[in-house]
């Protein structure tokens, strides 16, 4: 009798690898639908996973934080605008896993709450799709720009690298009559809050972009960071680009440097 069992033993493993070899080869790539519980609420969310992922290598991921118009529950606006647009444009240039949270309606991506959406969300990914925790990026535009400063000084050392576009540290007069709650967890409109961001978020590489022209999110914001992490020592860049108003963002993300720069980076 223990021929034909070693011969069943031999036959299920032989079954498991071909099972196993074929999930991984028939795994979904592309933007994949997703949904995330916290405290009893589900929020969904995007993921794009590049056609050649495999399960044999850790991946860099990049957490992409969407911009005001973009807010909602239905888990696709946000896929719109920005990064994820590159993405559908050009694929082949971004080797990397994005994940894509979704603000809700009428939040911020400062709050608390909204924070821990994006950092769930990109936790849950990189359990799912074997991402790299040294080349973990982060970026985010206008509204998103905010919220890359914002997760960027509060956690630092947990991103390789991030991205700010047209976004800053302060919100604006407009942004604070829209949403009164910022008040009390965004830092004053005065040269110390900028040294401070600077100093905690330290050597992290930064590359700030903005327009010059923008009238929905004042460029000044970004220069006085960006002079403030000069002076603390970081390692930061800056591109203004002149006569762009607020859309600076398919400018950004179709720099052919940026890429390569990123995924560069390593904790």
């Given at each position: 009798?223990?021929?034909?069992?070693?011969?069943?033993?031999?036959?299920?493993?032989?079954?498991?690898?071909?099972?196993?070899?074929?999930?991984?080869?028939?795994?979904?790539?592309?933007?994949?639908?997703?949904?995330?519980?916290?405290?009893?609420?589900?929020?969904?969310?995007?993921?794009?996973?590049?056609?050649?992922?495999?399960?044999?290598?850790?991946?860099?991921?990049?957490?992409?934080?969407?911009?005001?118009?973009?807010?909602?529950?239905?888990?696709?606006?946000?896929?719109?605008?920005?990064?994820?647009?590159?993405?559908?444009?050009?694929?082949?240039?971004?080797?990397?896993?994005?994940?894509?949270?979704?603000?809700?309606?009428?939040?911020?991506?400062?709050?608390?709450?909204?924070?821990?959406?994006?950092?769930?969300a990109l936790a849950a990914t990189s359990k799912e799709f074997k991402g790299d925790?040294?080349?973990?990026?982060?970026?985010?535009?206008?509204?998103?720009?905010?919220?890359?400063?914002?997760?960027?000084?509060?956690?630092?050392?947990?991103?390789?690298?991030?991205?700010?576009?047209?976004?800053?540290?302060?919100?604006?007069?407009?942004?604070?009559?829209?949403?009164?709650?910022?008040?009390?967890?965004?830092?004053?409109?005065?040269?110390?809050?900028?040294?401070?961001?600077a100093q905690k978020i330290g050597k992290t590489p930064v590359w700030i972009f903005?327009?010059?022209?923008?009238?929905?999110?004042?460029?000044?914001?970004?220069?006085?960071?960006?002079?403030?992490?000069?002076?603390?020592?970081?390692?930061?860049?800056?591109?203004?680009?002149?006569?762009v108003g607020h859309n600076s963002w398919d400018k950004a993300y179709a720099e052919?440097?940026?890429?390569?720069?990123?995924?560069?980076?390593?904790?």
């Amino acid at each position: 009798m223990r021929f034909p069992l070693l011969l069943c033993l031999s036959f299920l493993t032989l079954a498991h690898a071909a099972t196993s070899h074929g999930a991984a080869r028939n795994q979904a790539t592309g933007f994949l639908n997703r949904t995330l519980s916290l405290h009893g609420a589900t929020y969904k969310y995007q993921v794009f996973v590049p056609d050649n992922w495999s399960p044999k290598q850790k991946w860099p991921v990049i957490l992409f934080l969407h911009g005001s118009g973009e807010r909602g529950d239905d888990g696709l606006l946000q896929t719109d605008v920005g990064l994820p647009h590159a993405i559908r444009q050009n694929r082949s240039r971004f080797p990397a896993i994005v994940v894509i949270p979704q603000c809700l309606t009428g939040r911020w991506w400062t709050e608390p709450e909204m924070e821990e959406v994006a950092l769930g969300a990109l936790a849950a990914t990189s359990k799912e799709f074997k991402g790299d925790p040294k080349r973990t990026y982060l970026t985010g535009l206008s509204m998103g720009g905010y919220g890359s400063w914002s997760l960027a000084w509060e956690y630092p050392g947990k991103f390789a690298a991030i991205v700010p576009i047209c976004g800053g540290i302060v919100p604006t007069p407009s942004q604070l009559k829209e949403h009164p709650a910022l008040a009390k967890i965004s830092l004053p409109d005065d040269p110390k809050s900028y040294r401070e961001v600077a100093q905690k978020i330290g050597k992290t590489p930064v590359w700030i972009f903005h327009g010059a022209d923008d009238t929905s999110v004042p460029v000044e914001g970004s220069r006085k960071i960006y002079a403030a992490s000069k002076a603390a020592g970081a390692n930061v860049r800056y591109t203004e680009y002149p006569g762009v108003g607020h859309n600076s963002w398919d400018k950004a993300y179709a720099e052919p440097e940026l890429m390569t720069w990123l995924l560069a980076q390593s904790l």
